[in-house]
């Protein structure tokens, strides 16, 4: 008797947390891909990228050939998914973000056209993707910008009486910033937990072509070095961050080497620089079919939960399903809040990475009755 009265409580709160879980994907402004393309059943967020500020007024800057972009991406996405706008990225301007960060006025301007764009859109949130704060006082400057940026986004919402948008950010994959081996900066952690929704953690590119030995490029683990997804995520935990507002990265693509030797194909092996694709970079369904076509050897290597190819001089580092499914194994043991991928238009066709990750993710949930 006991027992069937437990069931529906045990239901209730299964089904109340698991809607608040993060299951996001990046889209990078293309033709090749449009919104139409993205399978929304498999996400709950999609992050249109990027928007940046205008460099004088330091207000989100929409060209008009991007507005019909934006008003496009949010009326195909919604009310499947939330649509959020991510400012900056890779390739934006640190200084430009430094001089708004630092500057009261500069901060208020930036804010206040950060949420009218996000209103006149029809997005759900925003997002700062700054790569990255370079100082100390850049951290705190960042840490006041989060403050005052709830503080808006809160009043606007009571003023209009709508929900208040979502506000996150996307950050280095460990809560100190390595500027050398010994020097490192932390990120505003306090002001993290207090005024953001999430973090989303850029728990890749951890190893690439840029230095001359192989390695996977989102190993879950890392015997030798701390550059691993795992030393990276515990580390935003042991730095105080909220796990419950920490989403793990995972990449929808590769990072390729030439081998120095041939013979020599371990992780660990020496090369001399990219390998195969532009700038020794794949999409996940590039590498499956360079696979394919070059008969490859294709490792797991269960030391650092990677997979990696080789052919000829040719090396391969990724994540496919079987290390993906690992992963969110290792995201829900630390009780976090979900995943990200980077990004739409690089898996499978069929989205097998994607499908598998949202299988595994549901599937922990299940097996630990919703402790998760
Ligand atoms: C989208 O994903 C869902 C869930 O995995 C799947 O059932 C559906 O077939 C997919 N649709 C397309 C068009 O790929
Ligand atoms: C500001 O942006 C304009 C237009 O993109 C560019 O020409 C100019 O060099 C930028 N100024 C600074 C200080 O970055
Ligand atoms: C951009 O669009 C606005 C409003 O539709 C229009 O007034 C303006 O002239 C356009 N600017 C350019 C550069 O096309
Ligand atoms: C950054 O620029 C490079 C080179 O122009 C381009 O290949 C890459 O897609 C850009 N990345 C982002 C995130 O915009
Ligand atoms: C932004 O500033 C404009 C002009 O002062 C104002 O009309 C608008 O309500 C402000 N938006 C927010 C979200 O505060
Ligand atoms: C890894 O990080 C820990 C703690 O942050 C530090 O004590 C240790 O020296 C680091 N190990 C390496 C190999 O850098
Ligand atoms: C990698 O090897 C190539 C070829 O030997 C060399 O030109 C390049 O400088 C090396 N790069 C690094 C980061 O050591
Ligand atoms: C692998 O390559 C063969 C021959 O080129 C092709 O017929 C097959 O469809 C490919 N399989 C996959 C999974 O790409």
């Given at each position: 008797?006991l027992r069937?009265?437990?069931?529906?409580?045990?239901?209730?709160?299964?089904?109340?947390?698991?809607?608040?879980?993060?299951?996001?994907?990046?889209?990078?402004?293309q033709?090749?891909?449009p919104p139409?393309?993205?399978?929304?059943s498999?996400f709950?967020?999609?992050?249109?990228?990027?928007l940046?500020?205008n460099?004088a007024?330091?207000?989100l800057?929409?060209?008009?050939?991007?507005?019909a972009?934006?008003?496009?991406f949010t009326?195909?996405?919604?009310p499947?998914?939330?649509p959020?706008?991510s400012?900056?990225?890779?390739?934006?301007?640190?200084?430009?973000?430094?001089?708004?960060a630092?500057?009261?006025?500069?901060r208020?301007?930036?804010i206040n056209?950060?949420?009218?764009?996000?209103?006149?859109f029809g997005?759900?949130?925003?997002?700062l993707?700054?790569?990255f704060?370079r100082?100390?006082?850049?951290?705190?400057?960042?840490?006041?910008?989060?403050?005052?940026?709830?503080?808006?986004i809160?009043s606007?919402?009571?003023?209009?009486?709508?929900?208040?948008?979502?506000?996150?950010a996307?950050?280095?994959?460990s809560?100190?910033?390595?500027?050398?081996?010994?020097?490192?900066?932390?990120?505003?952690?306090?002001?993290?937990?207090d005024?953001?929704?999430w973090?989303?953690?850029?728990?890749?590119?951890?190893?690439g072509?840029?230095?001359?030995?192989?390695?996977?490029?989102?190993?879950?683990f890392n015997?030798?070095?701390?550059?691993?997804?795992?030393y990276?995520?515990?580390?935003?935990i042991?730095?105080g961050v909220?796990?419950?507002k920490?989403?793990?990265?995972?990449?929808l693509y590769?990072?390729?080497w030439?081998l120095?030797?041939p013979s020599?194909?371990?992780?660990?092996?020496?090369?001399?620089?990219?390998?195969?694709?532009?700038?020794?970079a794949?999409?996940?369904f590039?590498?499956?079919?360079?696979n394919?076509?070059?008969?490859a050897?294709?490792?797991?290597?269960?030391?650092?939960?990677?997979?990696?190819?080789?052919s000829?001089s040719?090396?391969?580092?990724?994540d496919?399903?079987v290390?993906?499914?690992?992963?969110?194994?290792?995201a829900?043991?630390?009780?976090?809040?979900?995943?990200f991928?980077?990004?739409?238009?690089?898996?499978t066709?069929?989205?097998?990475?994607?499908?598998?990750?949202?299988?595994s993710?549901?599937l922990?949930?299940?097996?630990?009755g919703?402790?998760?």
């Amino acid at each position: 008797m006991l027992r069937f009265l437990f069931l529906p409580f045990f239901f209730l709160i299964t089904v109340t947390r698991s809607t608040s879980d993060i299951k996001a994907i990046y889209w990078l402004q293309q033709p090749l891909f449009p919104p139409q393309a993205i399978n929304t059943s498999l996400f709950t967020h999609v992050y249109y990228a990027f928007l940046a500020p205008n460099n004088a007024t330091y207000q989100l800057h929409v060209p008009n050939s991007t507005a019909a972009t934006l008003a496009t991406f949010t009326a195909t996405l919604r009310p499947s998914v939330a649509p959020l706008i991510s400012i900056g990225g890779a390739n934006s301007s640190s200084d430009l973000f430094a001089a708004i960060a630092s500057n009261a006025a500069a901060r208020a301007a930036f804010i206040n056209s950060t949420i009218d764009v996000a209103r006149a859109f029809g997005f759900h949130g925003v997002d700062l993707d700054w790569e990255f704060p370079r100082t100390a006082d850049e951290m705190n400057d960042l840490g006041q910008l989060f403050r005052e940026w709830r503080a808006a986004i809160a009043s606007e919402a009571s003023a209009t009486s709508r929900k208040p948008l979502l506000l996150t950010a996307t950050v280095y994959f460990s809560v100190d910033y390595f500027l050398s081996e010994t020097a490192s900066l932390r990120y505003p952690v306090g002001s993290i937990n207090d005024n953001l929704d999430w973090i989303n953690v850029m728990s890749y590119d951890l190893n690439g072509p840029w230095s001359n030995l192989t390695g996977p490029p989102a190993g879950l683990f890392n015997p030798k070095s701390n550059a691993s997804v795992d030393y990276g995520l515990r580390s935003w935990i042991r730095g105080g961050v909220i796990p419950k507002k920490v989403v793990m990265g995972l990449p929808l693509y590769a990072r390729t080497w030439q081998l120095l030797d041939p013979s020599v194909h371990g992780i660990g092996a020496p090369a001399v620089g990219a390998g195969t694709g532009l700038d020794g970079a794949m999409a996940l369904f590039q590498v499956l079919e360079y696979n394919n076509e070059t008969g490859a050897n294709v490792v797991y290597d269960k030391e650092t939960a990677s997979v990696y190819s080789y052919s000829g001089s040719n090396w391969v580092g990724y994540d496919d399903p079987v290390t993906v499914a690992v992963k969110v194994g290792f995201a829900q043991s630390l009780y976090l809040r979900g995943y990200f991928f980077w990004a739409a238009g690089l898996d499978t066709s069929d989205w097998k990475v994607s499908t598998q990750a949202l299988n595994s993710w549901t599937l922990c949930i299940n097996e630990k009755g919703g402790v998760n």
